[in-house]
């Protein structure tokens, strides 16, 4: 079975050929980052119609670099929610028209699914059940993970995703958008004992996050500090950030009796992250599984590596196109082993 996969939740176009005994075959991926980056957040407008500028040439240049054929693809799977619904649309109505003139079915993706199930496209894949941490632009979620497509939420986040508050906090420092990544550069060089954040909802029992208050308080701390302080206050607000994901991540693994974690999403790639949450695992005897890079970012292997178990398990998509802006990942069916 080949399955081509298309990601067009938000501000990157991502492709993919995924094959069911040889693997990922060739991957593509468009970021609109330079794009939106005047305006300082995704403009869903331009997102859309640049969608619909690169679908389709990505679509070549991975049939290219995989020595495939359009004629050999068996099923086409897409990203269905959540994200910008113009965005979506694009993504579903360029793969639902390829799957009906191919004759092959097609299947709308649940996009955060997409990120938990990245790390299986890594050599040493976890097994279930795991935890699994959840975390992007969009999203700040806890997940249990009984098998693949059977999950249980955890905790998720009350007000700002945890990507979302590195890219407000990095633009009030000046830093551009995306600003997540130059966040993180710049707090290498800052004083990690200048400043001190909270860490929000640690010191009450449960998992679900807010991150609004860190992002105030780096308002606050800004408006008296002044630019100077840039990189400290990045160091602070970073180290808070990933504290509170730590303290987190540990309730859940210690609440559910599960030694597997899994991270995923584009602030799994954040280096200070990773590092905490593997000194934390090793503590409690426990595992912690990353994609790489390339796979934390939004990306159409990811889709297409859902869709082919949910395709293989006999699910499809009927004519019509699915799109959904909101979407619960508890709300997906289970999935039937092939």
């Not at 991957?27 to 640049?50: I, N």
């Not at 191919?102 to 040493?124: F, R």
């Not at 420092?173 to 060089?189: D, I, Q, V, W």
């Not at 929000?200 to 998992?207: E, K, N, V, W």
């Amino acid at each position: 079975m080949l399955i081509l996969g298309i990601e067009t939740s938000c501000d990157e176009t991502g492709i993919a050929l995924l094959d069911a005994h040889r693997g990922l075959l060739a991957h593509a991926l468009h970021s609109q980052a330079s794009l939106h980056a005047e305006y300082g957040g995704v403009v869903p407008e331009l997102a859309s119609r640049d969608h619909i500028r690169r679908t389709l040439p990505l679509l070549r240049q991975v049939l290219d670099q995989a020595g495939a054929q359009a004629s050999q693809i068996t099923g086409v799977a897409y990203t269905a929610g959540p994200g910008l619904m113009g965005a979506l649309m694009v993504g579903a109505s360029v793969a639902r028209s390829l799957a009906w003139s191919w004759g092959v079915p097609s299947l709308g993706i649940h996009h955060m699914e997409g990120h938990l199930l990245a790390p299986m496209l890594e050599p040493a894949p976890p097994a279930a059940p795991f935890v699994a941490l959840l975390v992007s632009g969009g999203h700040t979620m806890l997940v249990k993970v009984s098998r693949i497509g059977c999950y249980t939420m955890l905790g998720e986040t009350l007000d700002d995703a945890v990507g979302e508050a590195f890219d407000k906090t990095a633009l009030l420092l000046g830093l551009g958008y995306p600003g997540g990544p130059a966040l993180a550069r710049m707090a290498e060089s800052g004083d990690p004992e200048r400043f001190r954040f909270p860490r929000p909802m640690t010191d009450r029992p449960g998992l679900d996050f807010s991150f609004s208050g860190v992002k105030t308080h780096a308002i606050q701390i800004w408006r008296s500090a002044g630019p100077d302080a840039r990189a400290d206050i990045a160091r602070a607000f970073e180290e808070a950030v990933v504290d509170t994901l730590r303290i987190k991540c540990q309730r859940a693994l210690q609440a559910s009796g599960l030694r597997t974690l899994v991270v995923a999403g584009g602030v799994g790639a954040n280096r200070r992250l990773r590092t905490a949450l593997q000194a934390m695992a090793a503590r409690h005897r426990a595992r912690v599984y990353f994609p790489r890079p390339e796979f934390c970012t939004d990306n159409g292997a990811m889709i297409a590596y859902a869709g082919l178990l949910r395709i293989q398990g006999g699910q499809t998509d009927g004519l019509g196109i699915q799109a959904r802006a909101r979407w619960r990942l508890d709300e997906l069916p289970p999935l039937e082993r092939p």
